[in-house]
Each structure stands twice: as C-alpha cells, then as structure tokens.
C-alpha cells in the first residue's frame, strides 16, 4: 500500500478552480470591453441622428420662408449665431422675413449647442436659378396705401419646383471608440 499516492493529489481541485476564475475573468473583461463599445457606437448613432435632425429642422424653416431664403438672410458661416448677431424678435404676433429669419437662426443656434457637442455649421443658398429678385417683395409698411394689396412677383418662381438650392454643413466633435475625440460632418444640399 502506497501511503503518499492520496497525498499527490492535493491542491488539484484548487488549481482546477483557479484556472476557472481565470478564464472567468477574461471573459468577464471581453463583455466588459463589447458593452463599452456598444455604448460608444449608440452615443455616436444619437449625435448623427441629432446632427439630420437639426438639419431637416433648420430646413423646414427655411421653407416657411422662403423670401428669407432667397434674400440671404439665413446665409452664414458662423452658426451657432450670438445673441448679439441675431436680433432679439419675437415673432409670435408676426414679423418680416429678416425678423423670422434672425429668430430661426437663433432658436437653431440653441438647439445646435444643446444636442451637439463643440457645434459649427455653416449655410449658404444659390438663388441663381431661384426666380426671385430682392426688390420683387414689398413689406406691408412700405405699400403706398394701407388699403392696397401687397405684391409679390417674385415668389410665384419660389414655389415648388424651386430652381435655388442651398448647401448646409453641421460639424461637431464625438469620441473615437479608440479613445480620442475626432470631428464629424454632415453636408446636405437641399431646396427649401
């Protein structure tokens, strides 16, 4: 009878165990690194889908006005606008198509800092083949009687199919999944 061959065995359950939890742990570490990941990828697809957003937003817009539009009053490469550069309208009881569009500008620009980290964008409009003519609006005010009514020639060209276009470009900052932040863009060219 051999006394010392149950003593050899010792400590293999232990090692067997310890091996498991290594294994364990790489696993552990692998769904560990796959969940950070897919959060990354799903903040990253929440910036895009905020960034066509704020895009079909501002479009929209721009439909709603389009003797702004093709007077260059939403054209411009500083956007997010500054209090300051945008005047303070309020637009609820009316306004001309400069005041809408100085308003739109500014609601876009609050809407540009809030969903987009480190925003730019920039919008600028061919009205070439618009048929409109800056001098074809007539503002209420400046009709020559209050009974007459108000002409505007040039927005018959503006309705649909538009020959203008407009280009938009909205950058802003998102973290690689390797870590360090990169900028991404969006460009859209559009008729509003």
Avoid at 8 to 22: D, F, P, T, Y
Avoid at 79 to 101: E, F, H, I, K, Q
Avoid at 111 to 126: E, G, H, V
Avoid at 144 to 151: D, G, K, L, Q, R
């Amino acid at each position: 009878m051999n006394r010392y061959a149950p003593r050899s065995q010792r400590g293999v359950s232990l090692i067997e165990v310890l091996v498991a939890v290594l294994v364990f742990s790489v696993g552990m570490i692998g769904v560990a690194g796959l969940l950070i990941m897919a959060t990354r990828s799903n903040h990253t697809a929440y910036l895009r889908t905020q960034a066509a957003f704020l895009a079909s937003n501002m479009g929209d817009r721009m439909s709603a006005n389009p003797v702004g539009v093709w007077m260059g009053n939403y054209d411009s490469s500083s956007y997010p606008v500054s209090a300051s550069t945008a005047a303070n309208n309020d637009c609820s009881a009316g306004c001309t198509p400069d005041a809408l569009a100085q308003s739109d500008q500014r609601a876009w620009s609050r809407q540009l800092k809030t969903f987009l980290p480190q925003a730019s964008a920039r919008i600028r409009c061919d009205k070439t083949n618009a048929g409109y003519t800056p001098d074809a609006w007539v503002p209420p005010s400046a009709s020559t009687s209050p009974t007459a009514p108000v002409t505007t020639p040039g927005q018959i060209g503006m309705r649909p199919p538009y020959g203008g276009t407009c280009s938009m470009h909205i950058s802003w900052y998102e973290q690689d999944s390797l870590g360090p932040s990169s900028q991404q863009t969006f460009d859209w060219e559009f008729q509003p």
